[in-house]
């Protein structure tokens, strides 16, 4: 769906209540930690596209300090002419591996000749905007889970794969091991019908 400032607000407050009804050690982390801030969750979809893309495999910090390197490049938010516009030697300049930047220019090739339409895929099931995009080279399912939480804002998504949240699931529980990717999805069934915001909350508090 598409939200407006106003109301993603409101659905992160009403998603951290239940969420802190649901999940006792949830409750804990909510009191210490208290609200997202809602702009910080908002992307437009070209630019969270890329931002997953940049973000494979990195530190949240490390992808931001790439991702202002080529805004300062394109112009933000960027868009897939800009992108297009800029080498491979360029955006290698800027941070990205040799097969992120493949990734990224067939991404941006793709949305600029029509061949993935990012606002169609508003619309979409999950399970079809998951296959849309893992089609494009370099494109993962980790990437579309990251796509669908910050580009399309859904609420209920998970990415089990995902190393930050396995770490922040099992501090969140003090457990003795690592929670496997499956483990992780299963502890996350708690928080449905808002597993996204349970996520966004793991990632900043841990």
């Given at each position: 769906m598409t939200w407006t400032p106003d109301a993603?607000?409101?659905?992160?407050r009403e998603a951290e209540a239940y969420l802190a009804t649901a999940d006792p050690p949830f409750a804990a982390l909510l009191a210490q930690h208290g609200p997202l801030a809602p702009e910080r969750y908002r992307r437009e979809?070209?630019?969270?596209?890329?931002r997953a893309l940049i973000g494979q495999q990195l530190s949240a910090r490390a992808a931001a300090s790439i991702a202002q390197r080529l805004y300062a490049l394109t112009g933000e938010p960027p868009t897939a002419r800009a992108l297009l516009a800029l080498d491979a030697d360029t955006l290698r300049g800027c941070g990205l591996s040799a097969a992120k930047v493949r990734a990224a220019h067939a991404v941006a090739r793709a949305v600029h000749e029509g061949g993935l339409d990012l606002a169609a895929l508003a619309a979409a099931e999950e399970a079809a905007v998951i296959g849309a995009l893992t089609v494009l080279p370099?494109?993962?399912?980790?990437?579309a889970h990251m796509f669908l939480?910050?580009?399309l804002g859904r609420l209920d998504v998970f990415a089990p794969g995902d190393l930050g949240l396995r770490r922040g699931i099992q501090r969140l529980d003090d457990l003795p091991e690592l929670p496997s990717p499956a483990a992780a999805l299963e502890r996350a069934e708690r928080w449905?019908?808002?597993?996204?915001?349970?996520a966004w909350q793991l990632w900043r508090a841990f």
């Open positions: 993603f607000a409101d659905a992160l979809p070209f630019t969270a596209l890329l370099g494109v993962g399912p980790w990437t939480m910050f580009g449905r019908p808002y597993r996204t915001v349970a």
